[in-house]
C-alpha cells in the first residue's frame, strides 16, 4: 500500500477517535487488580460514571461490548418465556430483538420504517391492550446508530406510566451517553445499556449496565442461566473497589481520563458541542440536496447523521471512492438500508475543525463519485458555525480582553 500522508479520518459513529490523553492515560505498566491501588482507580470511576449516567444507582463494568450489556439487562432480570416488547426502529433495536428470542423469551418486535424513532402513543396503546400485564420488559434503543434516529425516552416512560403498566423499560444508549442529554433516573429506567467506544471516547472493550432498584428486584426471581453476567456477584464486589474476575485494566484508566474530560468540559458543554456540530452537518446535507434518512426533526440524532443516495447511485461505491481518495472512513449502510445510505459520525472526540474537514471530504467524493449533488454544503456548514457562539466563547473573549 502506498504511504498516505496526514491523519485517517475516521468518521464512522464508532468507534470514534480516541484522545491523545486516553491513549496516554492507558500506556502504563498493568497493577494488581487486587491491591489497594486499583481499588482507589475503580472507586473514582464508579462516582464519575454515575453522574454520566445521571443516576444514584449501581452502575456495572462489563470487559465486553456493548452486545455483552444487552445480554446482562436480559439474563438478569428475566425467565424463559417473559415476554419482550421492543421496537423495530433501526438494525441495533432489530439485534436486541433477536437475541431476545435467542435467550428464550417470548419477545415482540413492533415494526418500523427505520425513519423515526419509537411512538410514545403506540407504546401506550400497546401496553393498554396488555390487560393481564404480562408483559415483563419493554426495550428500546434511545440513538439508532444504523439511521440516525433517537427516540425521545422521557415521552417513553410518560406513556408507560400513562398506562399504569408496571413493565421494566430497558435503554441502548451505546451511540448516545456522553453525547446526548440522558437521564437515566429521572426518566424512570430500569437498566441501561450502554459501551466504552462511542461518547466515552475509548477503544471497544468494555461495557455497562445501569440498574434501578426495581431492576435489582426483578433480578431476584429471573430464572434465565447467567454466570459471567450476574450483577450480584458484581456489585457486591464493586463496593469495595474490586472486580469478581480479571477486569480491563489498561481500559479502566483510559475510562478515568475520559469521564475527566467530560467533567473538565461539562456535560451540558458536551451535549451543547454535540447538538451544534450535528445542525451544521445536516445544513451541508440539504444543501448538497440530498435528504436526510430520519423524517422527524425532534429525533434527528446529534451523533450521526445517515445519508441518503439519489436513486440509482450506490452508498457504498461512494464511501469506497472517498477512502481512497481522501483517506476517510464513512459509515455503511446496514440492513434493509445497506447500499442506500452513508453515515457521517460526529460525536466524541470532536470539533468544528475536523467537522470542516470531514465535510469536505464527503463534497469532494460527492464529485469524484459523480454523484448528483449542489455545491455549497461544506461552506453552508461554515457560515452557520460561525455563526453559533460555542459555550464558554463569551467568557474567554472577556478575560482575553482584560488581559
Known amino acids: 500500500m502506498a504511504f498516505r500522508s496526514g491523519r485517517h479520518f475516521l468518521q464512522i459513529p464508532g468507534p470514534t477517535n480516541v484522545p491523545d490523553r486516553v491513549l496516554r492515560a492507558m500506556d502504563f505498566p498493568t497493577i494488581d487488580h487486587r491491591g489497594p491501588e486499583f481499588a482507589r482507580l475503580t472507586q473514582e470511576i464508579f462516582e464519575r460514571l454515575k453522574r454520566v449516567f445521571k443516576t444514584a444507582s449501581d452502575v456495572v463494568i462489563f470487559p465486553a461490548s456493548g452486545t455483552g450489556a444487552w445480554e446482562a439487562a436480559l439474563v438478569n432480570t428475566l425467565s424463559p418465556g417473559d415476554k419482550v416488547l421492543m421496537f423495530e426502529t433501526g438494525q441495533f433495536a432489530a439485534q436486541w430483538y433477536r437475541m431476545a428470542l435467542e435467550l428464550g423469551l417470548s419477545a415482540e418486535l413492533v415494526p418500523g420504517d427505520w425513519r423515526h424513532g419509537v411512538d410514545p402513543a403506540a407504546l401506550e396503546a400497546r401496553l393498554r391492550d396488555d390487560k393481564r400485564q404480562e408483559i415483563k420488559a419493554v426495550g428500546v434503543v434511545h440513538n439508532e446508530t444504523a439511521t440516525g434516529v433517537t427516540s425521545r425516552i422521557a415521552e417513553l416512560r410518560r406513556a408507560i406510566d400513562g398506562a399504569g403498566h408496571p413493565a421494566l423499560f430497558m435503554v441502548d444508549t451505546i451511540s448516545s451517553l456522553a453525547s446526548i442529554d440522558y437521564r437515566h433516573d429521572e426518566w424512570g429506567v430500569d437498566v441501561t445499556v450502554a459501551g466504552s467506544q462511542k461518547g466515552l471516547m475509548l477503544p471497544p472493550g468494555i461495557s455497562f449496565n445501569a440498574v434501578s432498584a426495581k431492576a435489582r428486584a426483578a433480578g431476584k426471581t429471573a430464572r ?18 474490586y472486580f469478581p474476575y480479571t477486569p480491563a485494566t489498561n481500559l479502566l484508566y483510559g475510562l478515568r481520563e475520559a469521564l475527566r474530560m467530560l467533567e473538565e468540559e461539562g456535560l451540558d458543554n458536551v451535549y451543547a458541542r454535540h447538538t451544534r456540530l450535528a445542525e451544521a452537518t445536516r445544513r451541508a446535507v440539504r444543501a448538497w ?6 423524517l422527524d ?37 446496514l440492513g434493509k438500508v445497506q447500499g442506500r445510505v452513508f453515515r457521517i459520525g460526529h460525536l466524541g472526540d470532536f470539533n468544528e475543525l475536523m467537522l470542516a474537514g470531514t465535510l469536505a471530504g464527503v463534497e469532494m467524493g460527492l464529485a469524484a463519485a459523480g454523484v448528483p449533488h449542489q455545491r455549497g454544503g461544506v461552506m453552508a456548514a461554515l457560515d452557520y458555525l460561525a455563526g453559533v457562539e460555542a459555550p464558554g466563547a463569551a467568557r474567554h473573549a472577556a478575560q482575553r480582553g482584560r488581559g
Open 224 to 241: 434465565l442461566p447467567k454466570a459471567y453476567w450476574r450483577w450480584e456477584e458484581m456489585i457486591k464486589s464493586n463496593q469495595t473497589g
Open 289 to 294: 440536496g440530498l435528504e436526510i434518512l430520519c
Open 297 to 333: 426533526a425532534r429525533e434527528y440524532s446529534n451523533t450521526l447523521t445517515a445519508v441518503l443516495m439519489p436513486p440509482g447511485h450506490d452508498a457504498d461505491k461512494l464511501r469506497a471512492t472517498v477512502l481512497e481518495r481522501f483517506n476517510m472512513s464513512l459509515g455503511m449502510g
